[in-house]
């Protein structure tokens, strides 16, 4: 499966974003997504995850309650709404794919990487 990451940009602080990943290729619905984040100078870090299910859903502790990580099987498209932004948020978006797999918090857990869509949340 290849992904495309998209849906980054500038927003101020407080402010609210949804970055999309959308993957080419069959049976979508077997696949986990994931979203990591990797800010200037620090190493790459677990945002969220989605089962392939769907029906579990997992978040980092910084962002819960904030940040909603979704799928849409039909357009082959998971989708991160990212809501009270704030600076500490700002990063390059990473998705990232599994097939037949609940959960991982950790990068080498997922065998298929998106580009990165930048996030920038000014104070």
């Known amino acids: 499966v290849q992904l495309q990451a998209s849906g980054g940009g500038l927003v101020q602080a407080g402010g609210s974003l949804r970055v999309s990943c959308v993957a080419s290729?069959?049976?979508?619905?077997?696949?986990?997504i994931a979203w990591f984040r990797q800010a200037p100078g620090k190493e790459r870090e677990f945002v969220a995850a989605i089962s392939y299910t769907g029906a579990g859903t997992y978040y980092t502790d910084s962002v819960k309650g904030r940040f909603t990580i979704s799928r849409d099987n039909y357009k082959n498209t998971a989708y991160l709404r990212m809501n009270s932004l704030k600076p500490e948020d700002t990063g390059v978006y990473y998705c990232?794919?599994?097939?037949?797999?609940?959960?991982?918090?950790?990068?080498?857990?997922?065998?298929?990487w998106g580009q990165g869509t930048l996030v920038t949340v000014s104070s």
């Open positions: 290729g069959r049976a979508f619905d077997t696949y986990a």
């Open positions: 990232a794919a599994r097939r037949l797999y609940d959960y991982g918090s950790v990068a080498s857990d997922y065998d298929y």
